[in-house]
Nanobody
Framework: QVQPVESGGGLVQAGNSLRLSCAWS????????MGWFRQAPGKEREFVAA????????NYADYVQGRFTVSRDNAKNTVDLQMNALKPEDTAVYYC?????????????????WGQGTQVTVSS
């Protein structure tokens, strides 16, 4: 079963940076639009960022625009999320997801495969 695997989460102070990485085990990585979502305790899973199959186009939620950057390397089958100027409200479990049909989907229902998630905690 194909599944993305996230890494890079941890505890960081507000204002600092963290980089998440997502590894894809299948051979068809470049055929999938990739996205990052997050879920805080007691809240719905929400969109963070998405990147097109080629990596040429990206899409961000308003609350991370200008602070987070999504990128992908189709030769290495990875997609990264660089998170700068982190805030306590960014604390959540972050998920990587893959979509067969959508390149820049903002809805969780657009995605077919999900990773297990990685915890990001930002202290004030």
């Amino acid at each position: 079963q194909v599944q993305p695997v996230e890494s890079g989460g941890g505890l960081v102070q507000a204002g600092n940076s963290l980089r998440l990485s997502c590894a894809w085990s299948g051979r068809t990585f470049s055929r999938y639009g990739m996205g990052w979502f997050r879920q805080a305790p007691g809240k719905e899973r929400e969109f963070v960022a998405a990147i097109s199959r080629s990596g040429g186009n990206t899409n961000y939620a308003d609350y991370v625009q200008g602070r987070f950057t999504v990128s992908r390397d189709n030769a290495k089958n990875t997609v990264d999320l660089q998170m700068n100027a982190l805030k306590p409200e960014d604390t959540a479990v972050y998920y990587c997801a893959a979509s067969r049909d959508y390149e820049l989907g903002r809805s969780k229902y657009a995605y077919d495969y999900w990773g297990q998630g990685t915890q990001v905690t930002v202290s004030s």
